[in-house]
T-cell receptor, first 113, second 118 residues
Framework: AQSVTQLGSHVSVSEGALVLLRCNYSSSVPPYLFWYVQYPNQGLQLLLKYTSAATLVKGINGFEAEFKKSETSFHLTKPSAHMSDAAEYFCAVMIFGNEKLTFGTGTRLTIIP | NAGVTQTPKFRVLKTGQSMTLLCAQDMNHEYMYWYRQDPGMGLRLIHYSVGEGTTAKGEVPDGYNVSRLKKQNFLLGLESAAPSQTSVYFC?????????????????FGPGTRLTVL
C-alpha cells in the first residue's frame, strides 16, 4: 500500500522568501507523485507531477519539486513567495496501473506581507 | 468545456434524509471518483469507477452508494444521512494515459459540494 506524509500542517513565509513544503512517500514499487493546490472554496488543481521521467519537475506558478528516491521525498519549492500563493497544498501518490490516488493531509501556506 | 461540474453546491439535510450528488464531466474521461474532505484529514476516497457501468469501493465507502449509468455522470447517494457525513464532497475524473490502456494519472476536480447534516 502507498502513503504520503506531509510535514507541517501550517507553514508561514514572508513575501519574497523561499517556499519549501515537505512530502515523504511510502511505496513498495516506483510511484507517481503529485502536488495539488486548493484555493479557498475551490476544488483541487494540479501543480505538477512526477511520472518516472525527469526527477526535477517544473509546474505552474513557478513551483518545482524534486523526486529523491534515496530520501523517499518529493518536496515542493518556489524561490520567491507571492501573496497569491496562499492556499492549501496536497501531496499525493499513485502506483502505475493502479487508478487510485492517496493524498496527504495537506499543508496550509500563509504568506506574510 | 465545462470540465467537471457538481450539483448542488450546498445542501443541508436532517438526519435520516436521503439525497443524491451529481457529478458530470464533458472530457470523455474513463475514470471518475468521489472524495470527502474533512479538516486535518486530506481527501479520502469514497467510491470510484473505471468505466461506464462499473463502480468500486474506496477507503471510506460505508453509508454511500454510487452509480455510473452514463460515462459522463457519476452519482453519489446517501440513503440515510448522518451527522458524521457532514463534509465537503469532491468529484474528480481522469483519462486513460496513452500509449497504455488502463493507466491514468492526472485527476481533474470539480468545485465541491458542501453538505451539512443536522
Amino acid at each position: 500500500a502507498q502513503s504520503v506524509t506531509q510535514l507541517g500542517s501550517h507553514v508561514s513565509v514572508s513575501e519574497g522568501a523561499l517556499v519549501l513544503l515537505r512530502c515523504n512517500y511510502s511505496s513498495s514499487v516506483p510511484p507517481y507523485l503529485f502536488w495539488y493546490v486548493q484555493y479557498p472554496n475551490q476544488g483541487l488543481q494540479l501543480l505538477l507531477k512526477y511520472t518516472s521521467a525527469a526527477t526535477l519537475v517544473k509546474g505552474i506558478n513557478g513551483f518545482e519539486a524534486e523526486f529523491k528516491k534515496s530520501e523517499t521525498s518529493f518536496h515542493l519549492t518556489k524561490p520567491s513567495a507571492h501573496m497569491s500563493d496562499a492556499a492549501e497544498y496536497f501531496c499525493a501518490v499513485m502506483i502505475f496501473g493502479n487508478e487510485k490516488l492517496t493524498f496527504g493531509t495537506g499543508t496550509r501556506l500563509t504568506i506574510i506581507p | 468545456n465545462a470540465g467537471v461540474t457538481q450539483t448542488p453546491k450546498f445542501r443541508v439535510l436532517k438526519t435520516g434524509q436521503s439525497m443524491t450528488l451529481l457529478c458530470a464531466q464533458d472530457m470523455n474521461h474513463e475514470y471518475m471518483y468521489w472524495y470527502r474532505q474533512d479538516p486535518g484529514m486530506g481527501l479520502r476516497l469514497i467510491h470510484y469507477s473505471v468505466g461506464e457501468g462499473t463502480t468500486a469501493k474506496g477507503e471510506v465507502p460505508d453509508g454511500y452508494n454510487v452509480s455510473r449509468l452514463k460515462k459522463q455522470n457519476f452519482l453519489l447517494g446517501l440513503e440515510s444521512a448522518a451527522p458524521s457525513q457532514t463534509s465537503v464532497y469532491f468529484c474528480a475524473s481522469s483519462p486513460d494515459t496513452p500509449p497504455f490502456s488502463g493507466v491514468t494519472d492526472t485527476q481533474y476536480f470539480g468545485p465541491g459540494t458542501r453538505l451539512t447534516v443536522l
